[in-house]
């Protein structure tokens, strides 16, 4: 299941990249390439938004569907993570203390000069 979902996030993730890439600025309408700039809109020349500009809104809600999924999934305690090398553990292993420091041995007596 988390392998299926990440595999849908890589997915819809460059889906909405090449989709904002493909729409022009507010000057340039991409319909104009395609012969109209009625081609673009799914209903009609009085349609409310573009076919690409709900393509891209149904892509960023699935993309951020699957980001609070995945968070969720590989955040809980003893779930796998993509990165296992970089886990850090919930607990750090408990060290014992020493009771005393070790006893350093008596300085020698300073040697007179006669």
Same mark, same amino acid.
Request: net charge neutral; proline share 11%; aromatic share 6%.
């Given at each position: ?8 996030? #890589?997915? #819809? ?8 890439? !493909? ?6 309408? !991409? $319909? ?9 809109? !799914? ?9 690409? @500009?709900?393509?891209?809104? $149904?892509?960023?809600? !699935? ?20 990165? +296992?090398?970089? #886990?850090?553990?919930?607990? +750090? ?6 009771? @005393?420091?070790?006893?350093?041995? +008596?300085? +020698? @007596? ?5």
């Amino acid at each position: 299941m988390d392998m299926l979902l990440l595999i849908l996030h #890589v997915f #819809v993730c460059l889906a909405l990249v090449g989709i904002v890439l !493909i729409q022009g600025g507010k000057g340039a309408e !991409i $319909g104009a390439t395609f012969g109209a700039g009625a081609s673009q809109t !799914i209903f009609g020349a009085t349609g409310s938004q573009s076919f690409l @500009a709900k393509m891209t809104t $149904g892509a960023a809600i !699935i993309f951020m569907l699957t980001s609070m999924a995945l968070a969720v999934f590989w955040g809980r305690p003893g779930g796998s993570s993509v990165m +296992p090398e970089q #886990v850090v553990p919930s607990t +750090p292993p408990a060290q014992s203390m020493p009771t @005393a420091p070790p006893a350093l041995p +008596p300085a +020698p @007596a300073p040697l007179e000069n006669k």
